[in-house]
């Protein structure tokens, strides 16, 4: 059971708390912004080279199907900042406050954990996305078997429902 009263994990003077807030500011800005740009930068590598060998098409026609073709590169950055948000916006709203309710304490909770929802889902987040990358682990022990699994779940629903 959660018990009323302050929730703090430190408290710290008024410059170490200024330091903190830039701090937790950075570092779960600086993974977004690096994947972002990244994924910006290769994509106008990518159009430039295909700009110079495709002449009847325009870099901007070029980008908008890249963009089409490759939407899931977008999926990894933008889950990155959502799952960051929460924790860094009651990270900063209720930091070393009363918490009375009990919705503000499972707030703070939730948010903390959903924050941690990027690394837990890895695998939807990069893998599945991707058509190359899921083909290459289906050819892979652990996908081949799981695989095997799916397609066995999915025979046995096809035949309750022939049966009906």
Same mark, same amino acid.
């Given at each position: 059971m959660l !018990? =009323?009263?302050t929730w703090c994990v430190t408290n710290y003077s008024e410059p170490l708390k200024i330091y903190n807030q830039i701090n937790t500011f950075i570092h779960y800005l600086v993974p977004? &912004? &690096?994947n972002f740009i990244c994924t910006i930068y290769l994509t106008i590598l990518i159009v430039?080279?295909?700009a110079n060998v495709d002449k009847t098409k325009t870099r901007l026609q070029l980008l908008y199907e890249?963009? !089409?073709k490759k939407k899931e590169i977008f999926v990894p950055s933008i889950m990155i900042i959502l799952s960051a948000l929460p924790q860094l916006i009651i990270s900063f709203s209720l930091a070393c406050t009363e918490l009375d309710t009990k919705w503000e304490r499972y707030l703070l909770i939730t948010a903390y954990f959903f924050s941690y929802s990027p690394q837990m889902l890895t695998f939807h987040l990069y893998v599945a996305p991707s058509t190359f990358f899921l083909t290459e682990f289906y050819l892979t022990n652990i996908g081949a078997k799981l695989k095997q699994k799916m397609n066995i779940k999915h025979q046995q629903k096809l035949n309750? !429902?022939? =049966? =009906?």
């Open positions: !018990k =009323k009263g977004f &912004l &690096l430039r080279s295909r890249h963009l !089409k309750i !429902k022939s =049966k =009906k």
